[in-house]
């Protein structure tokens, strides 16, 4: 397991590079000008050309790219041409904002998506699970920014509970949280509820249905952690995109998180800003995706024994002792 | 030779409810199986004989499927009018059933020796390292050494998951089994042994058998009697000596003609010609009648009752009245 957790880190390396050469490719046939918008619109076209000198910006493709990685290999992710002030401390002031926000949105989505899924399925055939489906649908189609000024507009405005701009306090989290969780738990319970249908049809739950298990052991037990392992997928996946792109929330409840400072950044043509943005969000989500295969080599023993690669069954031996036990019969 | 019965059907009717038809799977089934006894359930694919087997556990697919009428008598009581909780104390316990697809029959995530144990601690009241202690033992009785007592479905071959299935099957000491087929998905080298392994498990603990198969020599070996299921009804029922010299019904006649011999010079097989009647519109007479070569125009307006043409040889053919009585 070890080995493989190893070999995977340092598959990492090439999709890094990979990521980082289309950023700087996109950043370079992308019109706009860092310099002119660091010194505004009053600025002579010889300033903004010294400026354009002094970052570098016309040296060729390659040189940048070698400079953009060797700094990086230096623990240097660059300083915002805005700002002034390093990309990392930035991110790192800005991270746990969008962590919260997102391990919130998602721990409240899976919260509410599974039992609801679970529920359609066990129901299938009756009202509950037309009733489910009929509501998962609304809330997965329904826009994300409509949802939050409906929120604000309620929670906010007319009843005055929840604070909609402060996330100073604990209170102001509700909102931005309930926000990211509607759609998220929709699509959790629409996938828990088709893949809960999927195991429930299969033979080996028939089987323990044989054994005489009754249906709670039967669907928790048996039905669920079959049924989970491509829920955890989508998950993970979902937990690994809001990392860069919850933005839509975060701007309309002015959390100071990743996706408004990279979207702000390509806002600014801030190259430092985009380039190493986009590599650190990217990398977030590689370790995620990682992470959920970790776990899907917890839950599923078939996918376990590729990583283990050879297990310590000895074959032989065994085989002799198996035909000699039919042979007694 | 009077033994006690085991399991009584009467009158079974079980219907399948889909959009838009209603399948009549099985229609007026009856069945005795007498403790110790194996009964061999044959007919073609389709015809109602896992429907049958699986009304007994009452694990037919909820919703669609549906015990419209009949008992089903066992050890006196009727388990059609049991509550759930009741029934999980039969399943697996008095009443046990090999699967026809061990390769599908097993929880891909849980330990084959967990699986069994499973069964053994649910029906027992005790401790959970003595359950892995006799889910070891079921094991090693099966063939399986108790050392992959931990591993998982994918590490075994079809035979051996099959062997699983049948210790899981077996380790409550069930009266009855109900295998349904449970050597087809196998290689013939395996189906014996997966026979052989039965027969002496079935001496040992003395149960009783219901045994669905397609294979006429598996029933010519290891059952006590046969009924011959089709289209949901069972046509022709009696001892195997009496079914294997005496079969009346054209239908059996059929099943023994389309075996192929060794000692005649025929090139071609003889199948039965025709398919078995849509189970959502049964025709009115009999059931055989499109398929049937001894078919006269009556045949096609009544359905033939069941004729008793030697004691405990019962056929459903208006032909047998004349023929044997």
Same mark, same amino acid.
């Given at each position: 397991?070890?080995? !493989?957790?190893?070999?995977?880190?340092?598959?990492?390396?090439?999709?890094?590079?990979?990521?980082?050469?289309?950023?700087?490719?996109?950043?370079?046939?992308?019109?706009?000008?860092?310099?002119?918008?660091?010194?505004?619109?009053?600025?002579?076209?010889?300033?903004?050309?010294?400026?354009?000198?002094?970052?570098?910006?016309?040296?060729?493709?390659?040189?940048? !790219?070698?400079?953009?990685?060797?700094?990086?290999?230096?623990?240097?992710?660059?300083?915002?041409?805005?700002? +002034?002030?390093?990309?990392?401390?930035?991110?790192?002031?800005?991270?746990?904002?969008?962590?919260?926000?997102?391990?919130?949105?998602?721990?409240? #989505?899976?919260?509410?998506?599974?039992?609801?899924?679970?529920?359609?399925?066990?129901?299938?055939?009756?009202? +509950?699970?037309?009733?489910?489906?009929?509501?998962?649908?609304?809330?997965?189609?329904?826009?994300?920014?409509?949802?939050?000024?409906?929120?604000?507009?309620?929670? $906010?405005?007319?009843?005055?509970?929840?604070?909609? #701009?402060?996330?100073?306090?604990?209170? $102001?989290?509700?909102?931005?949280?309930?926000?990211?969780?509607?759609?998220?738990?929709?699509?959790?319970?629409?996938?828990?509820?088709?893949?809960?249908?999927?195991?429930?049809?299969?033979?080996?739950?028939?089987?323990?249905?044989? +054994?005489?298990?009754?249906?709670?052991?039967?669907?928790?037990?048996?039905?669920?952690?079959?049924?989970?392992?491509?829920?955890?997928?989508?998950?993970?996946?979902?937990?690994?995109?809001?990392?860069?792109?919850?933005?839509?929330?975060?701007?309309?409840?002015?959390?100071?998180?990743?996706?408004?400072?990279?979207?702000?950044?390509? !806002?600014?043509?801030?190259?430092?800003?985009?380039?190493?943005?986009?590599?650190?969000?990217?990398?977030?989500?590689?370790?995620?995706?990682?992470?959920?295969?970790?776990?899907?080599?917890?839950?599923?023993?078939?996918?376990?024994?590729?990583?283990? $690669?050879?297990?310590?069954? +000895?074959? $032989?031996?065994?085989?002799?002792?198996?035909?000699?036990?039919?042979?007694?019969? | 030779?009077?033994?006690?019965?085991?399991?009584?059907?009467?009158?079974?009717?079980?219907?399948?409810?889909?959009?838009?038809?209603?399948?009549?799977?099985?229609?007026?089934?009856?069945?005795?199986?007498?403790?110790?006894?194996?009964?061999?359930?044959?007919?073609?694919?389709?015809?109602?004989?896992?429907?049958?087997?699986?009304?007994?556990?009452?694990? %037919?697919?909820?919703?669609?499927?549906?015990?419209? &009428?009949?008992?089903?008598?066992?050890?006196?009581?009727?388990?059609?009018?049991?509550?759930?909780?009741?029934?999980?104390?039969?399943?697996?316990?008095?009443?046990?059933?090999?699967?026809?697809?061990?390769?599908?029959?097993?929880?891909?995530?849980?330990?084959?020796?967990?699986?069994?144990? /499973?069964?053994?601690?649910?029906?027992?009241?005790?401790?959970?390292?003595?359950?892995?202690?006799?889910?070891?033992?079921?094991?090693?009785?099966? =063939?399986?050494?108790? /050392?992959?007592?931990?591993?998982?479905?994918?590490?075994?071959?079809?035979?051996? @998951?099959?062997?699983?299935?049948?210790?899981?099957?077996? &380790?409550?000491?069930?009266?009855?089994? %109900?295998?349904? /087929?449970?050597?087809?998905?196998?290689?013939?080298?395996?189906?014996?042994?997966?026979?052989?392994?039965?027969?002496?498990?079935? @001496?040992?603990?003395?149960?009783?058998?219901?045994?669905?198969?397609?294979?006429?020599?598996?029933?010519?070996?290891?059952?006590?009697?046969?009924?011959?299921?089709?289209?949901?009804?069972?046509?022709?029922?009696?001892?195997?000596?009496?079914?294997?010299?005496?079969?009346?019904?054209?239908?059996?006649?059929?099943?023994?003609? &389309?075996?192929?011999?060794?000692?005649?010079?025929?090139?071609?097989?003889?199948?039965? @010609?025709?398919?078995?009647?849509?189970?959502?519109?049964?025709?009115? =007479?009999?059931?055989?009648?499109?398929?049937?070569?001894?078919?006269?125009?009556?045949?096609?307006?009544?359905?033939?009752?069941?004729?008793?043409?030697?004691?405990?040889?019962?056929?459903?053919?208006?032909?047998? @009245?004349?023929?044997?009585?």
């Amino acid at each position: 397991m070890a080995r !493989y957790i190893a070999k995977r880190v340092l598959m990492l390396i090439p999709v890094m590079l990979g990521i980082s050469l289309v950023v700087l490719i996109l950043i370079d046939i992308t019109p706009g000008d860092p310099a002119r918008m660091v010194l505004g619109a009053q600025a002579t076209q010889e300033q903004v050309d010294e400026l354009r000198e002094e970052l570098g910006l016309n040296d060729p493709l390659p040189v940048r !790219y070698g400079r953009f990685l060797w700094s990086v290999l230096h623990g240097d992710f660059g300083t915002s041409l805005l700002t +002034k002030r390093p990309v990392a401390d930035e991110m790192l002031e800005r991270f746990p904002y969008t962590l919260m926000l997102v391990t919130l949105g998602t721990l409240l #989505s899976v919260l509410i998506g599974i039992p609801i899924g679970i529920f359609a399925a066990v129901n299938q055939h009756s009202w +509950k699970d037309n009733a489910a489906i009929f509501l998962s649908l609304i809330a997965v189609s329904m826009p994300n920014f409509w949802f939050a000024l409906l929120l604000i507009r309620f929670f $906010g405005v007319r009843l005055r509970w929840l604070p909609i #701009s402060r996330v100073a306090v604990w209170q $102001g989290w509700i909102l931005p949280c309930a926000t990211m969780a509607l759609g998220l738990a929709a699509l959790i319970a629409r996938q828990m509820r088709s893949d809960m249908l999927e195991v429930l049809r299969q033979d080996y739950i028939t089987t323990a249905r044989a +054994k005489g298990l009754a249906d709670g052991r039967l669907i928790y037990r048996h039905a669920l952690k079959n049924a989970m392992i491509p829920v955890i997928m989508v998950i993970g996946g979902i937990f690994g995109t809001s990392l860069g792109g919850s933005l839509i929330t975060e701007v309309i409840f002015s959390i100071p998180g990743l996706g408004q400072y990279i979207m702000t950044g390509l !806002y600014n043509r801030d190259y430092p800003v985009i380039q190493s943005g986009i590599l650190i969000v990217s990398a977030l989500f590689a370790v995620i995706i990682l992470i959920v295969d970790v776990i899907f080599a917890l839950v599923d023993p078939r996918i376990r024994l590729q990583y283990t $690669g050879k297990a310590k069954r +000895k074959a $032989g031996k065994q085989v002799g002792k198996e035909t000699q036990a039919i042979e007694n019969f | 030779m009077a033994k006690e019965i085991l399991l009584a059907i009467r009158n079974l009717v079980v219907k399948y409810h889909t959009d838009d038809a209603v399948i009549h799977a099985v229609n007026n089934v009856n069945l005795a199986v007498k403790k110790g006894e194996t009964i061999g359930l044959v007919g073609e694919t389709g015809a109602g004989k896992t429907t049958i087997a699986r009304s007994i556990l009452r694990i %037919l697919p909820p919703h669609t499927a549906k015990i419209v &009428s009949g008992e089903i008598l066992f050890s006196g009581r009727d388990i059609t009018k049991l509550s759930e909780k009741e029934m999980c104390k039969i399943r697996g316990n008095k009443i046990a059933m090999i699967f026809q697809d061990p390769m599908t029959a097993l929880n891909p995530i849980e330990t084959v020796g967990f699986q069994i144990a /499973e069964a053994i601690q649910l029906h027992n009241r005790i401790s959970r390292s003595e359950a892995e202690r006799r889910a070891c033992n079921m094991l090693e009785m099966v =063939g399986i050494p108790m /050392e992959r007592y931990s591993e998982y479905p994918h590490q075994f071959s079809g035979g051996m @998951k099959q062997r699983v299935v049948i210790a899981m099957a077996l &380790s409550c000491n069930p009266e009855l089994i %109900l295998a349904d /087929e449970p050597t087809t998905a196998l290689d013939v080298t395996i189906q014996a042994q997966v026979l052989a392994m039965m027969q002496s498990l079935k @001496k040992r603990l003395g149960t009783s058998v219901v045994l669905i198969t397609h294979d006429l020599g598996v029933v010519a070996n290891t059952c006590n009697s046969v009924a011959v299921v089709y289209a949901g009804e069972i046509v022709e029922y009696g001892t195997v000596e009496h079914i294997f010299d005496f079969a009346s019904h054209p239908y059996t006649l059929g099943l023994f003609g &389309s075996l192929p011999k060794l000692d005649s010079r025929e090139r071609r097989l003889k199948p039965i @010609k025709g398919l078995m009647p849509d189970p959502t519109a049964l025709p009115q =007479g009999c059931r055989f009648y499109d398929r049937c070569p001894e078919a006269v125009r009556k045949c096609s307006q009544t359905a033939p009752g069941e004729v008793e043409i030697a004691p405990g040889h019962l056929v459903k053919c208006i032909k047998a @009245k004349g023929g044997a009585a």
